[in-house]
């Protein structure tokens, strides 16, 4: 326990030590994230970078496009230890493995909620018919409508514009996007930390409904929640962290979900060979279990739960 409270305490110490972003803005008055919806194309940077190398762990053709030059500035603005994308490119990879898994088990829809400018149907092997939902703020939704009109997915996608934050509107679109549905799952991918708790409250008991099998997520405890808003701050203060639970898949379980897989980012990423340098020398130790109490901890994680 002492040798892995001590690796957490130096990569808070290589985080805080990283340049800040304040230094790179100055000259700028401008914020690059105006709003929620702007994260979205700062993950899209990310997976268009991973798509460039030689050894993609996903090839995500249309990224680079919904992007845009302000998700790439997103990237340039962020500081270094974030800037490969490691923790996004390794969490996109476990949720493609996830999401191939249940479809092999018998999942009859996938239900994306706050999709941003993911593009799955687009890049996934799914049958034509495979029913793949979407649901976000209407403005993005707009905007990816128009980014995409003249490309085809490969599944038969439907996109929703609504806001999961108010309770009926997020009832009624399950209501009609679950018809006919007996083994769902939903994704609420880089969605809950934007949220308030009452909101991630209202959604985990709204999604507790016999058409969904399982809920695929990243969580993070409440030491990476503060860390997120001390270290990336400035650039994300007109989206910033909100939900973090100290552990959070007790939080979850109180709440009626049950974890079937977790998978911990930083071991993921060490496996999958995209941590920055400056974490490789903690790679070698051993990982806790992600099972146990995470509250002294960073902890982040892609998680499988089912009611
Ligand atoms: C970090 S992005 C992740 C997008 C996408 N899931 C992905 O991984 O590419 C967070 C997304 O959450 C969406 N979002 C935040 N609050 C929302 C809400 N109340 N209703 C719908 N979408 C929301 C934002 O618009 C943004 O697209």
Known sequence: MLIIKIVFEKLEIALKSAPSVASRTMADSSPLITEVSDTARWVAAYRAAESARPDALFHDPLADRLAG??????????????????????????????????????????????????????????????????????????????????????????????????????????????????????????????????????LAESLRRPEIGWWVMDVVNSRAMNGMNEHVGELISNAPWHFGPDDPLAYLAERGWQALEVHDQFAAAARLHRLPPSFKPFSDLPRPDPRERVADRLWSAVIRVTH
């Open 69 to 202: 030059p302000r998700g790439r500035a997103i990237v340039g603005a962020a500081p270094r230890m974030m800037r490969n994308g490691w923790n996004l490119a390794v969490r996109t990879k476990l949720i493609d493995d996830l999401i191939a898994a249940a479809v092999g088990d018998g999942c009859d829809r996938v239900l994306n909620l706050a999709a941003g400018l993911d593009t799955r149907p687009y890049r996934l092997d799914l049958s034509a018919e495979f029913p793949w939902i979407e649901a976000e703020l209407p403005e993005l939704v707009a905007e990816k409508n128009s980014l995409l009109a003249d490309e085809k997915p490969r599944c038969a996608l439907t996109r929703y514009a609504v806001d999961l934050a108010d309770a009926d509107a997020r009832a009624a679109f399950l209501e009609e996007a679950l018809a006919g549905a007996t083994k769902a799952l939903v994704l609420t991918e880089g969605l809950l930390y934007y949220l308030h708790e009452p909101d991630v409250a209202g």
